[in-house]
Structures are given as structure tokens and as C-alpha cells.
């Protein structure tokens, strides 16, 4: 067991934890933030996407003791309703609801790197470098491109898709 320090979601945490724990775990099982959902346990999913400094991470991958002295959000950030979460439920971008968390956390981060000028492959194949003006325009490929480790089983794609379309405006 091992002393750690986290900000989640706004409130700053003092907490005991295995080493060998998971951000994703130590959010479910400890502190009862049940929004970050566990889908495959191996990285491959994204139902365990939150943030760790304003940057998605998967959860299920990501030791809590790494991050110690860190800002982690969750779905469960915020009493209000986002752009994003209003664009999800406009263009109905969940079936089941399971990846939704994930979805919605990584469409948060999508349109912070997006806004900032990150590249990826589908903006600028092969570049290691931001554009000084950013992608020229998001597109439905760079949409899919950068939401590709979210994966939805109940096939909504193009609900989330337009979603983000309507949040990135």
C-alpha cells in the first residue's frame, strides 16, 4: 500500500492504495465512480477512457500510482450537461449506454487536441509536428480517426459521429 494524491474531478484526494491497482479499479471499487466503465480490461476497447491533465488515458491500463499528484476527469465531472453530452443525446449517440462514458470523454479530448492544433493520421500522415493553424476542417475521417479506441458493440457510429460534428461547432 502506498500514499497518493489525486484531484478528481475537482477534489483534491488523499488515498491509501495497492500499488498494483488501476486508475480504472481504484475509480470503481474505492471511490465509487462507477461512470468509467470496464469493457475488455486490456486496452483495447476505450469504455475506460478518462482524462489524466486534460489528456485521455485508458484507465484500465494506467497504474494509480503513476499518476500521483495528478488531475484525472471522469463522465462524472460537472453538475451541467456539456456540448457534448447534449450533442450525444440530440443524435440519440448511444444504444445500450455501456461505451457512452468512454465515448463522450474521448470526444471531449478529441475537440481539445483538435482546437489546439494536434495532428493525426487522417490531418497530416507521416508528420511529427503541429500545423501552425491546426487541421483545416474536421472532417468525418478525422472524426473517425481520432475516436478509432472507442469501440461501440451496439454499432452507433454514425449517431456519435454526428454528435461530435454538432459539438465541434
Request: charged share 25%; with cysteine; net charge negative.
Amino acid at each position: 500500500m502506498t500514499e497518493l494524491e489525486l484531484t478528481i474531478n475537482g477534489t483534491p484526494l488523499q488515498l491509501c492504495v495497492d500499488v498494483r491497482s488501476t486508475l480504472l479499479d481504484l475509480l470503481r471499487e474505492q471511490l465509487g465512480l462507477t461512470g468509467t466503465k470496464k469493457g475488455c480490461d486490456h486496452g483495447l476497447c476505450g469504455a475506460c477512457t478518462v482524462t489524466v491533465e486534460g489528456e485521455r488515458v485508458l484507465s484500465c491500463l494506467t497504474l494509480a500510482v503513476s499518476i500521483d499528484g495528478s488531475t484525472v476527469e471522469t463522465i462524472e465531472s460537472g453538475d451541467e450537461l456539456d456540448g457534448v453530452q447534449r450533442a450525444f443525446i440530440a443524435h440519440d449517440g448511444f444504444q445500450c449506454g455501456y461505451c457512452t462514458p468512454g465515448q463522450i470523454t474521448s470526444a471531449r479530448a478529441l475537440l481539445r487536441e483538435y482546437v489546439r492544433g494536434d495532428l493525426s493520421a487522417a490531418s497530416f500522415a507521416g508528420a511529427r509536428c503541429h500545423l501552425p493553424e491546426g487541421p483545416k476542417e474536421l472532417s468525418d475521417e478525422e472524426i473517425r480517426e481520432r475516436m478509432a479506441g472507442n469501440i461501440c458493440r451496439c454499432g452507433a457510429y454514425a449517431n456519435i459521429l454526428a454528435a461530435i460534428k454538432e459539438a465541434a461547432r
